[in-house]
């Protein structure tokens, strides 16, 4: 499955042999970015997994302000996954956090602060990952209290 959507991701990615620009193509003065209905029609598990993993991270960057009907689309589509994270409609909620942990993917601020003030229990694995999805430095890179300083 994730062969089947990365070379449809990288097919839209080149141009024609007509020369027409490819949909996903990207400069720098045009953004393009995968829409968010995407996520919510291919709603199967491993689809959406294989999406958020072939995509380019400028193609899942929502945290600008023009985006933000994808953005809120998107944090509302991880809230209803944690909802339902042990049914087959959050199997997918895992890649998410992920994604948004490691920055592959960026929401709003508003709408990371939704998903990660998620206020019911979860099981530990999800639980670990999701004070990462808001931490604006979750590996501690270039933060001075954490690098050792010789004496």
Do not use: C, W
Not at 55 to 78: C, R, T, W
Not at 129 to 144: A, E, Q, R, S, T
């Amino acid at each position: 499955m994730f062969a089947t959507i990365a070379g449809i991701l990288e097919n839209r990615r080149t141009p024609s042999k007509t020369g027409q620009a490819a949909p996903l193509s990207q400069s720098p003065f045009h953004m393009t970015v995968l829409s968010s209905e995407n996520f919510t029609r291919f709603n199967d598990g491993i689809i959406q997994a294989s999406l958020l993993r072939a995509a380019f991270p400028h193609e899942l960057s929502y945290a600008d302000p023009q985006m933000a009907n994808h953005s809120a689309k998107i944090g509302h589509l991880v809230l209803k996954m944690l909802e339902r994270h042990a049914e087959n409609q959050g199997e997918a909620v895992l890649e998410f956090l992920v994604a948004l942990a490691t920055r592959r993917m960026t929401l709003a601020t508003v709408d990371l602060k939704r998903a990660a003030s998620y206020p019911k229990k979860l099981p530990a694995l999800l639980s670990t990952i999701l004070p990462y999805v808001l931490d604006p430095n979750p590996y501690g890179v270039g933060d001075d209290a954490a690098t050792p300083k010789p004496a």
